[in-house]
């Protein structure tokens, strides 16, 4: 019997293991850097390999124990074709048959998804958003992102590229974005945004979202007003996103979400205020519980539905 | 065996009827006026089942050779339980379990769901979607809505309300909508507002969109600019659900429909300009074919994949 799924989780700083059971649990974890190791997708590639065959070496786990490796990374994945068609910020990756190549030199079945679509998966099967069929698990960090599960499957799009909530504009004028187009909610709530947002707040040059955090946590009123005011910036753009896919639950999910609770209040009343009636009382907006390791155990599930 | 659906498209003003073979053919039509028997959920229903006999009657087929009935209706449709919960424009529809009653009084099959999905099941199955697996069949009128065919399937949300397309805001200081939100997409592109644009551009105080079609077809080019510039005012609204959703295909149907010859250039245009890369290389726009008989052959669709 097969029993485990190895978990990669590429980034752009690290890269995360995990060997994971068949309850979507996480048994053992390493980590590189991923800079290190950047300069082509061959010396990437080797070092993923290299630590998948150490880690399951240190948990004394054999390769007919694993049911396969599963791999997420940060662009544009071709999930069928196991390809990588491009990673924004990781140069030298276009068309990489990744599947291909670390099959080969691992032995084992791998299959390559985009790193969002992998926490989707863990948050959906493990996670927050457990038994639930329709959802939205959005990242909100220097980039935002989603992964969408559709009548209880992951929609990925004909062209791998769905999800891009973060690029629907919600002005005609606003500021360009680096997608190509303008006025993107990226634009408005993604942490470089924010960042800035809190330096006006402040009128400190050099606060950080993470002083922010903290301050509130110590229960300053400035601070908490500040995540409101985020709270109520992310509900505008999820507006249409709610209207046009009347989810039962949205998961926030990446960096910004430890401020989850602070957001809430305001998210659920601009929600409750702009949205059509059916879709605002139906959605709960639930903070992500995975964590780091969500990307990790989704990989479980993606190998796992490959072999049901 | 079983060979022929009846497919009832209920609108504002008339009740469309259809006899139709297992190819999506219609055999025999009827209709009468919605007006005529809008008084009471009960005064509609009985003339919709007597519509239905004299029509199978009429053509001469029995009942054992239907295989169900279905009816779309204009409004918020359980179509698990076959329950009519809201019918925005026909006063009186709150929560009437449409099939059983029609169940009963028909014996025969019948299931009921919302009339711009059932358009989108009939574009789908046998009209401008035929064979793709990921499409938004809109429909551009008075009111702005869509269907949603997702991993080759209708996607109608938990709460059955999936698909408002023409809600997802544009602006955040745009006109009231009746949604109860503002600054949606339907008040920049529904017949009402192209009406006023229509007004303005032409200094006609009585000036259609049907007259502004039939310039456009006599060539005279501020006709053209008008319709153009809808196009593009289309494809404003489009960014967000492209980029969200990757179709391969956006079917548009409805009255404005009539002049998507000379939307065309514009919608693609701008999305080409402003949506991301993947999303908008793949991305079809084409004109929906059905016209008036996609909600008779849409029922077709939606008995026999529930029959499969």
Chains 1, 2 share one sequence.
Not at 16 to 26: C, D, P, Q
Not at 116 to 130: D, F, H, P, S
Not at 215 to 244: D, H, R, S
Request: glycine share 14%; hydrophobic share 40%.
């Amino acid at each position: 019997m097969k029993h485990f799924v190895v978990g990669v989780d590429v980034g752009g700083t690290n890269v995360k293991l995990g060997i994971v059971n068949s309850s979507g649990k996480v048994l053992s974890r390493s980590s590189f850097s991923t800079v290190a190791f950047i300069q082509t997708p061959e010396t990437l590639t080797d070092a993923v390999c290299e630590a998948v065959v150490a880690l399951l070496a240190k948990e004394g786990v054999s390769r007919s124990d694993v049911l396969g490796v599963g791999i997420g990374l940060p662009g544009l994945i071709d999930v069928d074709k196991g390809v990588v068609r491009l990673l924004p910020n990781i140069p030298g990756w276009a068309d990489v048959a990744l599947k291909r190549i670390m099959e080969k030199k691992l032995g084992l079945k791998v299959l390559v998804e985009n790193d969002v679509n992998m926490i989707t998966l863990g948050e959906w099967e493990y996670g927050a958003g457990k038994g639930i069929e329709d959802l939205i698990c959005m990242t909100l960090g220097t980039g935002v992102g989603a992964g969408l599960i559709l009548n209880n499957r992951i929609y990925r799009g004909p062209g791998f590229a769905a999800g891009e909530i973060g690029h629907a504009p919600l002005s005609d004028d606003g500021p360009a974005c680096g997608c190509g187009g303008w006025g993107c909610f990226e634009r408005s709530v993604g942490n470089k945004r924010l960042q800035k947002d809190a330096v006006v707040m402040f009128g400190k040059e050099d606060i950080t979202l993470e002083d922010v955090y903290r301050k509130a946590v110590e229960g300053k009123k400035k601070a908490l007003k500040f995540w409101e005011a985020v709270g109520e910036k992310v509900a505008l753009g999820l507006i249409g996103p709610i209207n046009i896919l009347n989810p039962e639950c949205i998961i926030i999910g990446g960096g910004v979400s430890r401020s989850f609770d602070w957001m809430k209040p305001s998210i659920e009343k601009t929600v409750k205020r702009r949205c059509m009636k059916t879709q605002a009382e139906m959605v709960r907006f639930v903070k992500a519980r995975l964590d780091d390791d969500a990307g990790i155990i989704g990989a479980e599930v993606l190998i796992r539905h490959e072999n049901n």
